[in-house]
């Protein structure tokens, strides 16, 4: 079942190689047969390297992009009997599992990076090598837009979203070159604008100037960070014992919490003193499973999208 795809619309070129790819079908090689969560199924890579190697387990193909939903329905078109797809957005897991009858899991993978397609088709604004309009949503059909938070949010609210969201040194100063210059209707336009104020010793390092800002408008129209945390808790409340939640992540925010959501629940959310025997009675959900961290060197030369990916494992006790 497709749901949210226009079956007669062109699909769209997803293809890129999947990060981690060895690593994470090891990781699920020793999970129950069932039913394995794709939360951003992209291109579909994971699911096709998974399927491939396990014919005992099907997936649940999920991504707010429709684009992806359509890629990903054409390039597993040969494992139709053993997918099944749901446009939305990661946290609503529980609606996706229960409109396909789904009672419990196997497994769940969070790929959490942006796909080549989405920064590669200039009118999805995600990039600031093209010239297009500010959108930046995942899902086009709902949301504010990246141009919406530019040009309406405040001086604060600006200056919030890049230095949490990227570590951006110079928010104050791109926040109030921003509001200096509305509105701001293209995604040029606000490159030029961004790299114009930061100190010109600064531009000269790290990358383009205006990569951190994109990054943290991505985040924060799309709720990336706050939906997360309530996305990895309820793929760990429905996964069955000796199921494994893998996440891949691409920056210090989201690897944060996954790590903090993975730590709370090693320990079932005990609140005894560090050292200490448990007295309040917490059960541990999940325990670690010792996996490669960080793709290879071979991989990170050979593929440019793996080298800020870190992978973590639970399985579910």
């Given at each position: 079942m497709i749901v949210g795809v226009n079956s007669h619309q062109s699909t769209p070129d997803f293809?890129?190689?999947p990060v981690m790819l060895t690593e994470i079908t090891d990781a699920f090689d020793v999970v129950p047969r069932g039913v394995v969560l794709d939360a951003t199924v992209g291109g579909?890579?994971?699911?096709?390297?998974?399927l491939e190697r396990r014919s005992d387990i099907s997936v649940l193909a999920m991504d707010r992009d429709a684009d992806a939903i359509a890629a990903a329905h054409a390039n597993l078109s040969t494992f139709a009997d053993r997918v099944v797809f749901q446009q939305g957005r990661f946290d609503a897991l529980s609606e996706a599992m229960a409109s396909h009858g789904i009672a419990i899991l196997s497994g769940a993978l969070f790929d959490l990076g942006?796909?080549?397609?989405q920064f590669d088709v200039a009118e999805r604004g995600f990039s600031y090598r093209f010239d297009a309009p500010l959108d930046m949503r995942?899902?086009?059909?709902?949301g504010r837009t990246a141009?919406?938070?530019?040009?309406?949010?405040s001086e604060e609210e600006l200056s919030r979203v890049l230095r949490d969201f990227?570590?951006?040194?110079?928010?104050?100063?791109?926040?109030?070159?921003?509001?200096?210059?509305?509105?701001?209707?293209s995604t040029l336009q606000l490159s030029d604008i961004v790299a114009s104020a930061i100190p010109a010793p600064a531009r000269r390092r790290g990358?383009?100037?205006?990569?951190?800002?994109?990054?943290?408008?991505?985040?924060?129209?799309?709720?990336?960070?706050?939906?997360?945390?309530?996305?990895?808790?309820?793929?760990?409340?429905?996964?069955?014992?000796?199921?494994?939640?893998?996440?891949?992540?691409y920056h210090s925010g989201e690897d944060r919490i996954v790590k903090e959501r993975f730590a709370h629940h090693s320990t079932g959310g005990?609140?005894?003193?560090?050292?200490?025997?448990?007295?309040?009675?917490?059960?541990?959900?999940?325990?670690?499973?010792?996996?490669?961290?960080?793709p290879t060197a071979e991989e990170q030369k050979r593929n440019r999208r793996s080298t800020s990916a870190r992978l973590r494992v639970v399985e579910v006790r």
């Open positions: 293809a890129h190689e579909g890579g994971h699911s096709r390297a998974l942006v796909s080549s397609h995942m899902d086009r059909s709902q141009g919406d938070l530019v040009n309406g949010a990227a570590d951006e040194r110079f928010s104050l100063r791109i926040a109030r070159a921003i509001i200096a210059s509305r509105p701001i209707q990358g383009h100037p205006a990569k951190r800002t994109f990054q943290a408008l991505r985040i924060a129209v799309n709720e990336e960070l706050s939906v997360l945390p309530r996305a990895l808790d309820l793929a760990i409340a429905h996964t069955c014992t000796g199921g494994r939640i893998a996440v891949l992540s005990c609140r005894c003193p560090q050292g200490l025997p448990c007295v309040c009675g917490a059960k541990p959900l999940v325990q670690r499973v010792r996996i490669p961290g960080r």
